[in-house]
């Protein structure tokens, strides 16, 4: 079965930025697919492999990197958390807000949905996705899903119920720290490596100028 | 794994160890090529059968180690495309190599034809 070229930038570019791959590179590495595919009306899937293994020839994901995203993960998750506490606890912003152990399921849930989901789970059915690609028939992502959302819950169910009942305080700092310290947090999610699910296909061409913010934001307004 | 995968893996760890100065060689001769006129240089040399898998993360390498450079190309027809070019330490590194491969073969061949 033939695969189009468009679903094989997707899948390749969603592959290369797991990978750790910079932004600027895969752009060049799509860009010099599509060229060869254009040029020879080759299968992409035959000229180069599936995306998967011809990322990996490219930039191999090491264990070091997925540790370090997990890790900025969670600290984004630190961050929505803080921010969460310092709206839902209300106050003047000068008073201190308790933080006691049944906020930490709250801290669970935001880590397990932002950090352990996308990266285990997600990552894989996005792996598996980029290894079969033009298959005719393709397994569905849908078990898989259900099964880690199931044991999602069932992890976080456990946590709150160990921890029920037990209001002992763990901390109590400033609302305005709370929103100072969640805001800083928070920002890493637009310095973080693309999320496992990124599949869009570069939009700017390696030989197009270098647009700058100032053209792009000239080129949104009337 | 039979007889005949045996050489096939042979030729195929041959070819992975000299690729690098194939490419350099093959671009030495055209000036400058994209990567699908490099693997028809190299396919007419008999070394067909190289997917573009294999020949662009190579040219990546080679231009990483700043041995040679590149340039996209827009043209009106066909596709743009990415010529690349021999530097003047890839040329340094071919003349090495071919130097190594001289005497390689030749202890080689002593050893296989006595």
């Known amino acids: 079965m033939s695969t189009s070229q468009w ?7 969603e592959q290369l930025r797991i990978n750790g791959v910079s ?12 060229s060869h595919v254009g040029s020879t009306g080759e299968d992409p899937v035959d000229a180069f492999g599936q995306p998967v293994a011809y990322a990996a020839q490219w930039q191999p994901l090491s ?44 801290l669970a849930t935001l880590f397990v949905l932002l950090a352990i989901l996308p990266w285990t789970s997600e990552l894989w059915l996005s792996r598996r996705r980029g290894a079969n690609l033009g ?27 160990l921890s029920d009942g037990s209001e002992s305080t763990i901390l109590q700092v400033t609302r305005w720290h709370l929103v100072v310290v969640g805001l800083i947090g928070m920002s890493l999610m637009f310095r973080a490596p693309a999320h496992p699910g990124d599949p869009a296909r570069p939009v700017d061409a390696p030989w197009a100028p270098h647009r700058t913010w100032r053209t792009r934001l000239r080129r949104l307004l009337p | 794994m039979g007889r005949r995968n045996v050489r096939e893996d042979r030729q195929s760890q041959w070819l992975k160890g000299v690729l690098d100065l194939a490419v350099l060689a093959a671009l030495s001769r055209e000036t400058s090529a994209y990567g699908y006129t490099l693997m028809a240089s190299l396919a007419d040399l008999g070394f067909d059968g190289i997917k573009g898998g294999t ?30 070019w021999l530097t003047a330490a890839g040329r340094a590194e071919l003349d ?11 202890s080689m061949t002593k050893a296989l034809e006595g």
């Open chain 2, 96 to 106: 090495a190599g071919r130097d190594g491969w001289h005497t390689f073969s030749t």
């Open chain 1, 23 to 34: 932004e600027s590179k895969v752009r060049e590495i799509v860009a010099q697919v599509e």
């Open chain 1, 63 to 106: 264990p070091l990197w997925w540790v370090r995203r997990v890790g900025v993960a969670g600290v984004v998750s630190v961050g929505v958390f803080c921010v969460v506490m310092a709206v839902v606890k209300g106050g003047p912003w000068t008073a201190a807000v308790t933080i006691d152990r049944s906020d930490v399921v709250t």
């Open chain 1, 7 to 13: 679903h094989y930038s997707r899948a390749l570019a």
């Open chain 1, 135 to 161: 298959e005719s028939h393709p397994p569905s992502d849908w078990p898989v899903r259900i099964a880690s959302s199931a044991v999602a819950i069932l992890g976080v169910t456990a946590f709150a119920w």
């Open chain 2, 55 to 84: 020949i662009y993360p190579l040219l990546g390498r080679l231009e990483d180690d700043g041995l040679v450079k590149s340039e996209w190309v827009t043209g009106e027809a066909g596709p743009p495309r990415k010529y690349f």
